[in-house]
């Protein structure tokens, strides 16, 4: 029950979010609508005493040149652009609906929103009016009392505006680019670490497995090697004598027999520190006279 509620609330929000986009979505469509209506209140008055063609014609006129104003008006371009970032998750069908983007201003859009909010006037004293309209600056707005009408200043103010607005855009997405060529070079040096780390401990597991084999070989080499025994005990010792009394040397297994001992002294000279056992080579030396018999001490 505590999961559908959680759910259930969580469709609530997602709905009202989804609403308040709307909402906010609609305010903003309207204002660019509004937009478009106060730049037409710059056209010249159309005259009352045009009929037929001629009025279709000056209406054709009057659309041709508030579509052309309003797309370069840097206040309508802002709006848009207001719209577009927020329906942009919009689906495309909804999104279609707003007027998200400055260049789909054309003709056919204008007459539709003059039409509907703004429709085109025409007054019998249009040449008098026509005197007393003011000129429109860069934003559309009258020209305050007094100062001249520049359509060439105008057009160069909008056009810096919207050089403006470019430049700004164009900056951003330069951001965001090198953002994730940062973001990129990031992910690339830690995969290349990780890499490095890798073949370290791929190289660490291969020398420890040739030491475990290694280790192996050896234990099995030395129980496949057959053991020598030792030939010399109490039943059969080892005879050594020192001859006139000069250094013998007797040759001992001390892998097999290990250490020597005097088992029995056979000479009149004793024999008591007259031993010394030469590992290396293999044999034991008598000194000084000494002869007796030699065991392994266990």
Known sequence: MTALKSLALLSVFLVAGCGNKTKDADRL?????SEVCRIKQALPPMPATLVGAERDAAIAAALVLLSENARKSP??????????????????????????DANRLDESTVRQIVEAQC???????AVDATA??????????PA???????????????????AAADAQFAAEAERERLLAETERERLLAEAEAARARKEVLQAERELLAEQRRQAEQSAQMAVAAPKVSCPYNVANPLKCASR??????????FEACGM???????????????????????????????RGLFVPQI
Do not use: H
């Open 29 to 33: 469509n309207g204002e660019v609508k």
């Open 75 to 100: 206040a309508l371009i802002a709006k848009t652009r207001e719209v577009n970032a927020l329906v942009k998750d919009f689906k495309p069908s909804d999104r279609f609906t707003y007027l998200f």
């Open 119 to 125: 429709p085109f006037e025409f007054i019998d004293d």
């Open 132 to 141: 007393e309209v003011p000129a429109a600056d860069a934003l559309g707005e």
């Open 144 to 162: 305050v009392d007094g100062e001249v009408f520049d359509e060439a200043a105008m057009a160069a103010a909008e056009d810096a505006g919207i």
């Open 244 to 253: 006139d009394r000069q250094p013998t040397a007797c040759a001992w297994n």
């Open 260 to 290: 020597p001992r005097l088992f029995k002294q056979e000479s009149k000279t004793t024999c008591t520190g007259k031993m010394s056992a030469d590992q290396a080579a293999g044999q034991i030396i008598i000194v000084d006279g000494c």
